[in-house]
């Protein structure tokens, strides 16, 4: 016990003199040590000490330290360390790291998040989607869309003269000029009536033409194009995906090369263009394709190398040698994507984005612009469909009664009722939250990673639960069933914008390790460049973090948390100590896998996916709390949050515990084991208390319920689906009250038993309800009756619909 102390104690001393828990924990164990041992313990407690004081003025003189250790240590840490490829290196330069910095430390700063203030939406960006957004959504109905197999020109027009297509676009140059909060809200709000015209509407303002021209135009590029791309008079598309270039886009085998060539008639200095494309949005109707690929100048005429590297240009689409028009069919969401090919298309070198300047520099353009886009397109896309599920899911729950009860009342339908709702809360937190964080100008390249990611695989999970409660409703398709066309979106949100298992498994934490961890990045630049000052600085300040990140997970790992006292006071104090504990424990795995592992980690994607699974569930429970927090910790929304927490540390805690059962290091992972989980697994997941408290919150709390979906599209009353849902519901709530009192009656032997109607009339025959109470009833049973029904078809229609 006591040589434990004195090893504790010193190595606090040496690597970890600003660390607070190093200095609890060997002052604890110093003392425990001292208490319960005796004086015969003495003599190999002074022997030990005298050990770790020569140790001490070894390493912790920094002068002889540099000498006599450094310079061994480094080439051997050299090796250890991931060599970063030129792709690699490009992507983690590009954008800033944020939250996930903090949750990476093991000690995050409640501080921080809670500090942190959204900027909230503008009087203009409220009043567009109170007006055009409205007016748009109420002009679509998907079903129809999806018949006809295009959004009606009536439709387009209206995008175009209402600026959907500039919501990026700077007022100067004719756009909207929205704060990401504001896009994300129209994307959500689409969506929520129409897939189709929420991905017809998100990629002009995603990554492409125009948001590289932001970036990267020339001013005469910008002056061109912005206003038109922001009137709609040129419709863009962004093609990067090849047949032989998906998830490895920078493989790309388009290419350009440098030559002379003839344009409009003037002899100039260009690029021919050869390449395919596929998969790409908007293609078929594309006016102006942002291209990339790789350029090369084997004549050298620009004086430098033959490679050049990935470039991106604007290409009219009307050039000749381009095929474009033909259609993909993607899951029968008929937004329009295709394929493009170019054969011996000639332009002058003016046309790349930039200037000639920028040509070889499109994957750092990219890589630097994608964040943005990502953090808003497809987590606003998610929450619009998880929101849309949520709602109509609860209205039919009340609705449906099956063994003369609601559906929504048996516990079996309470489990998938409760997660579509947690996860709903959790998945709008996040979603502003990222968006928050683009407003005030990061570019939170893991985070918005993680929001794609997790947030298109919540909607996969809310739309399967979605699907199971409406049972058969669910399956039969046809303008009834609003559902059907979200559940069939979902596979696309998964792989676009870089598909979920590459994602988990290699970008989220691959990038996060080194970008968000406090020594990692300065130790691999420093052997890079050979500065041993700096390599020495890095990494014994990682030594002594690994120590106290040790010490604060043992810590907070016995006491759960409650030791973490920066946690915010409030009613939530509890989930953001548990939180805190969670991301001491991921810190600790993180260094073990990556000292153990060192350059084979980006390998072994099986414990990356893990570890990403880690960190994303950290941050959409951080986001959930902050959530809490921003709208006063109001109690109506209590379940949720609490739902969302337990569900996102039960997730940290499982992906931990796989880590650990499969790290290669077995003696490095039986020793981590008492350290991360010191009392075994605590985090369980919600408990059946608490799912039927979420399950009845949503179902009964008319105001919980509104707030939980609010920012979609409600449909008139008298619209097939939702809008006859919800007014089947508000009737049913009042019928549930009646119902009740006659159920009562029965209990009391006032009236018979009976079936429906006869037991109405039995009731008000004995005066148990009023007449109201009477057609209440009968205009619930009419209302559920509409509502219950699915389409059908002529076979003939049928037929033609399938040629
Ligand atoms: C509807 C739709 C719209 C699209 N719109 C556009 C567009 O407008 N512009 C554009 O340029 N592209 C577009 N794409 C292309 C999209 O970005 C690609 O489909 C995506 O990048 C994946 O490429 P892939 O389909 O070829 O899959 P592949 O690259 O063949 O990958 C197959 C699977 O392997 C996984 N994988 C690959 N490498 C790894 C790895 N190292 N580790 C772990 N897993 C890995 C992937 O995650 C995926 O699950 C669109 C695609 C769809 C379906």
Not at 715 to 739: C, F, N
Not at 743 to 765: H, K, M, T, Y
Request: aromatic share 8%.
């Amino acid at each position: 016990m006591l040589t434990l102390a004195a090893a504790a104690l010193l190595l606090g001393l040496l690597f970890a003199r600003r660390a607070y828990w190093s200095w609890v924990a060997s002052g604890g164990l110093l003392l425990l040590g001292w208490l319960f041992s005796g004086p015969d313990s003495w003599l190999s407690f002074s022997a030990t000490a005298a050990l770790f004081g020569a140790l001490a003025l070894v390493f912790g003189q920094p002068q002889r330290r540099r000498r006599w250790i450094t310079p061994q240590l480094m080439p051997r840490v050299g090796r250890l360390l991931p060599r970063l490829g030129e792709t690699e290196r490009i992507a983690l330069e590009a954008g800033t790291v944020w939250w996930d910095k903090e949750l990476f430390s093991g000690a995050p700063s409640w501080q921080v998040l809670f500090a942190f203030q959204a900027r909230g939406l503008s009087e203009s960006e409220r009043a567009f989607l109170d007006g055009p957004v409205e007016r748009l959504c109420g002009m679509i109905n998907e079903w129809d869309v999806s018949q006809a197999g295009e959004l009606p020109q009536e439709v387009w027009r209206f995008l175009q003269q209402e600026g959907f297509f500039g919501l990026i676009i700077p007022e100067e140059y004719g756009g909207l000029g929205f704060s990401a909060q504001a896009h994300s809200a129209v994307v959500q709000k689409v969506a929520s009536r129409s897939i189709t015209a929420a991905v017809t509407v998100m990629v002009p303002n995603s990554l492409g033409p125009a948001e590289l021209l932001l970036h990267y135009g020339t001013d005469a590029q910008r002056e061109h194009y912005l206003p038109r791309l922001a009137r709609g008079e040129e419709i863009p598309c962004f093609a990067l995906t090849g047949p032989e270039s998906g998830s490895d886009a920078a493989a790309t085998e388009s290419e350009g090369i440098v030559c002379r060539g003839k344009f409009e008639g003037e002899d100039v200095l260009g690029m021919r263009l050869h390449w395919r494309k596929r998969y790409i949005t908007l293609a078929p109707v594309a006016t102006l394709i942002g291209l990339a690929f790789r350029l090369r100048d084997p004549e050298r005429l620009l004086g430098g190398e033959s490679d050049l590297g990935i470039t991106c240009a604007l290409i009219p689409a009307k050039l000749p040698g381009i095929e474009i028009g033909a259609r993909h069919d993607p899951m029968g969401i008929p937004f329009y994507n295709g394929p493009i090919v170019g054969r011996d298309v000639f332009v002058p070198l003016g046309f790349i984005i930039g200037g000639v300047e920028r040509a070889g520099q499109g994957w750092r353009m990219l890589m630097e612009s994608l964040a943005a886009g990502r953090s808003v397109s497809l987590p606003s896309l998610s929450v619009g469909g998880a929101k849309l599920a949520t709602r109509v899911v609860s209205a039919y729950a009340m609705v449906r009664e099956q063994f003369d009860t609601p559906i929504g009342r048996f516990e079996g339908v309470e489990e998938p009722l409760a997660r579509m709702a947690g996860l709903t809360y959790l998945m709008d937190a996040t979603r502003s939250l990222t968006a928050a964080a683009v407003d005030a100008g990061e570019k939170p390249a893991v985070l918005s990673a993680i929001a794609k990611a997790y947030l298109t695989e919540s909607l996969r999970r809310v739309t399967n639960d979605a699907m199971d409660v409406r049972a058969g409703a669910a399956i039969q398709r046809g303008p009834r069933n609003v559902l059907g066309r979200v559940y069939d979106a979902v596979p696309i949100g998964i792989t676009v914008e870089g598909a979920n298992i590459l994602t988990r498994s290699m970008i989220i934490y691959g990038q996060g390790a080194i970008r968000c961890h406090p020594h990692a990045l300065d130790e691999i630049e420093a052997v890079a460049s050979d500065d041993l000052e700096r390599f020495d600085r890095a990494f014994f300040a990682h030594v002594g973090h690994v120590f106290s990140t040790a010490t604060r997970s043992l810590l907070l790992g016995l006491s759960h948390g409650r030791l973490e006292r920066s946690a915010p006071a409030g009613p939530l104090r509890r989930q953001a100590q548990r939180l805190s504990r969670a991301s001491a424990a991921f810190a600790l795995v993180s260094e073990a896998c990556m000292a153990t592992l060192g350059g084979q980690l980006k390998r072994k994607e099986m414990i990356t996916g893990r570890l990403a699974d880690a960190l994303a569930w950290m941050y959409l429970a951080s986001a959930t709390l902050k959530r809490s927090h921003d709208d006063g910790d109001d109690a109506g929304d209590r379940p949720f949050v609490l739902w969302a927490c337990d569900h996102a540390l039960a997730n940290v805690e499982q992906a931990l515990d796989g880590v650990l059962r499969n790290l290669p290091a077995r003696p490095v992972a039986w020793a981590l084991r008492p350290l991360v989980f010191p009392l075994g697994r605590r985090e369980r997941g919600p408990d059946d208390a608490r799912v039927s408290q979420v399950a009845k919150a949503v179902l009964d709390d008319a105001e919980a319920r509104e707030r939980l979906t609010s920012g979609i599209f409600i449909p008139p009353a008298d619209e097939l689906g939702l809008g006859r849902l919800e007014e089947a519901l508000a009737k049913a709530s009042e019928a549930l009250r009646v119902e009740a009192q006659l159920r009562d009656a029965v209990r009391r032997g006032v009236i018979e038993r009976a079936p429906g109607e006869a037991l109405a009339r039995a009731g008000l025959a004995a005066g148990v309800i009023s007449e109201a109470d009477l057609k209440a009833l009968e205009a619930a049973d009419a209302a559920r009756d509409e509502v219950i029904r699915v389409d059908s078809f002529d076979p003939a229609e049928l037929r033609q619909r399938a040629r």
